[in-house]
């Protein structure tokens, strides 16, 4: 899964596309680096990043989405947004998509409704807190243990609306670096008990000060993530 950040406000500088020709500029590159799956995001998640409104996040995005339908039908489409509205916004525009959301429907409660009624495929990503205090530094007493009863809790959601959902540990959000790392280590018991895909974003995380993104890759794949998220 490449990364095109459509803001100015994104950490990683090379993941800013703001504008027509930067969008297709990036999306062309992803593309011949062999990426098949692009997420597009208006709202960037970095700690202390500004919240955007929906007016705004829309505004960004529309005139994007309309580029792809003409110029990237080839590829497959992942949103990164947690409000049901643009994604019902963006299915009238270019169909089917992914969802990307960071909150797992936390942030808007009419998400899971939305998802399931337009049958579309879904991340669900654990963190702890709301968008202001997601990278706050939370106390787990068992990290693994408290990650999985998460996914316990939305896989019943989940099952009970007929959503095809993936995974997302969430790698950096609401975690210290050695408890992300912790997750990664232990990535096959969510495999194993979920037999879901399982996605994993380490691109420019903290933790990669700590271990090489190779090394984070290495690991989440052996663990059993299906798909990387990377810029």
Known sequence: MGVVNVNDDSFFAESRAAGAEAFMARVNSLKERGIRLI???AVSSRPGAEYVGEAEEWRRLE??????SREFSDLELSIDTFRSRIVKRAYDLVGRFLVNDISAGAEDLNMLGTVSFLGLPYVAMHRRGDFSSMHNDWHYDDVVEEVLDYFRVFAAQADALDIDWILDPGIG???SSKESLTLLRNLSRFRDEFHRPILVGVADKRITKVVSQDELHRLAVQGGATILRVH
Request: aromatic residues 16%; glycine residues 8%.
């Open 39 to 41: 997420d597009i995001g």
């Open 63 to 68: 005139p994007v989405l309309q580029i792809w």
């Open 173 to 175: 959000f609401s975690k």
